[in-house]
């Protein structure tokens, strides 16, 4: 049946053949995909047509038991038949046989995705092409490969797990290991209860560890004591990365690269602490303990401590949020600190250093992004590398928002790493609801959706945690509903997971009950994909 306005009407004929699939075309009117064929009805309704598929040597591939029917992001049709696939384009039909032991006969579903690419899955596995070439596309070592019955390419939910100052977990420094595992056994199943597809764990707020390191201790927000690990042992990422697979979750591995000490933080510092092993990397500044992204020395070792991590364990990805130089300190009299980088910045110009003080600063984390992606490609392929910067670049940009600059304060150049192709997705934190007009959410999600050059996934984040607050549940589900609506953002991430565990104001119900309502596939990664 036909559902439309909440009339339902018959489909006659074509209804009366099992129906695989069905597509809405881009000009209206309805594709099905039948044993008896392929079908087509005009947006006003009224009879159906059967589509002929005819090829070079006269047959008709969609005569019978066509099994899919889709619409690719540029609005050519892709019927999936048993002798293949064929493309309606300009200038006609274009068909695509099995060969080069691709399984393309024996088609279960299709699906588009948002970069002009078509995801078929078959009962051998699934096949993805990209506009020129086939690609057998095999899935991570813990999910099947074969068998498959249905692809669908259509967005994705994560949430942030924030160890730092056990904002999310654990829920307190001193527990069991049973207690902490429980902990986070129920934040992954809240995830997956919401259908999402990513957590974002904390491992290393400040120089500190959330697993096994031979480079940094134990975080103290683990036992409340630095350096001293879990008892009984126990490797929390290492935990967390199995209880998320064997949940179909990814999890990606979030890190801070220069941040030292926390204000929060109440013990004293371990001794293999870097402000113990390396005093000279580390400046005060303010109520934190920094490591100055000006010092090459400080740069290798933080590459190296997330080296570490993508080598040693089986994450999905590397994350970074908006700290690279410190928010702004002020004095007691309200004017601002000035970061103490001057040793580091005067060797520089002493090497013969020409940048201003300020570009060189930016300098500094545009080559720490670029370098740190291309550690990431080079071990591991396939795991992603996202940031989430501050969520307005420059004030300005667009026209009629202000706020924080974060290009001449944090020194954040995000707009050069999203252009220049440094991440694979990019999470703005767009932390304002959509009525403020001088952060409005719309505008800056257009806006960064405008500058997405190296066509990566924009995944902003949302302020969830203001649910209870400034915000009704309402105002995040209309900025999901915003997000949807780009057709180039194609997913979220909530700040924070605690907020969707305790349900507040029922924002996790409204979430099942809404735009979480199906389970979805993580986005595709073409740039990523080296498989054959």
């Known amino acids: 049946e036909r559902v439309d306005g909440g009339r339902t009407t018959p489909l006659g004929w074509a209804g009366r053949h099992p129906v695989a699939q069905a597509a809405l075309a881009p000009e209206g009117g309805i594709h099905l995909a039948t044993q008896g064929g392929l079908f087509r009805q005009g947006p006003a309704g009224g009879a159906w047509e059967r589509i002929e598929v005819v090829d070079p040597a006269g047959r008709d591939w969609a005569s019978r038991d066509v099994r899919g029917v889709v619409f690719d992001s540029g609005g050519q049709l892709w019927v999936l038949c048993r002798a ?265 110009q002493s090497q013969g250093g020409k940048l201003a003080r300020e570009d060189w600063r930016r300098d500094q984390v545009n080559s720490f992004i670029r370098r740190l992606y291309q550690a990431v490609k080079a071990e591991k392929a396939w795991v992603k590398l996202g940031i989430s910067p501050f969520g307005i670049w420059r004030p300005g940009n667009p026209k009629g928002i202000d706020g924080l600059d974060s290009f001449n304060e944090l020194y954040a150049d995000s707009r050069k790493w999203w252009n220049s192709g440094w991440v694979d997705y990019l999470a703005p934190q767009l932390y304002w609801a959509i009525d403020e007009k001088e952060h409005s959410f719309p505008l800056l999600l257009k806006w960064w959706a405008e500058q997405n050059l190296q066509h990566r996934h924009l995944w902003p984040g949302l302020n969830s945690a203001a649910v209870g607050g400034k915000y009704q549940t309402d105002e995040i589900l209309r900025q999901i509903q915003a997000v949807r609506a780009t057709g180039t953002a194609d997913g979220e991430i909530h700040w924070s997971a605690k907020v969707l565990l305790q349900n507040r104001q029922g924002l996790g119900d409204k979430l099942a009950s809404g735009p979480y309502s199906q389970r979805v596939l993580v986005p595709s990664f073409p740039w990523l994909d080296r498989v054959p």
């Open 84 to 348: 293949g696939a064929a493309c309606r384009t300009s200038a006609g039909w274009r068909f695509h046989e099995g060969r080069d032991g691709l399984p393309y006969n024996d088609f279960t579903w299709a699906a588009a995705g948002p970069g002009g690419e078509v995801w078929m899955s078959t009962h051998l596995g699934v096949i993805r092409f990209d506009g020129r070439e086939w690609h057998y596309r095999q899935g991570p070592r813990w999910l099947p490969s074969d068998d498959v019955r249905q692809v669908a390419v259509t967005g994705r939910g994560a949430a942030w797990v924030a160890t730092v100052n056990n904002i999310d977990w654990p829920s307190r420094p001193g527990l069991s290991t049973a207690q902490q595992q429980q902990e986070l056994i129920s934040l992954v199943d809240q995830a997956v209860a919401l259908k999402l597809n990513a957590v974002l764990f904390q491992v290393r707020p400040a120089c500190d560890a959330f697993y096994e390191s031979r480079l940094e201790p134990w975080s103290e927000y683990l036992s409340g004591t630095m350096g001293q690990p879990p008892q009984p042992y126990y490797d929390p990422l290492a935990f967390v990365i199995q209880e998320a697979h064997r949940r179909g979750l990814e999890l990606h591995a979030w890190f801070n690269p220069f941040r030292a000490r926390h204000h929060a933080t109440q013990g004293p510092l371990s001794s293999r602490h870097i402000a113990r092993t390396h005093p000279q990397w580390v400046k005060n500044y303010g109520r934190y303990l920094w490591l100055d992204p000006g010092e090459p020395a400080v740069h290798e070792y933080s590459l190296k401590v997330i080296m570490d991590v993508v080598q040693r364990y089986d994450i999905d990805g590397v994350h970074l949020d908006d700290y690279f130089y410190p928010y702004k300190e002020k004095d007691s009299r309200g004017h601002v600190v000035e970061f103490p980088d001057a040793p580091s910045y005067k060797r520089y």
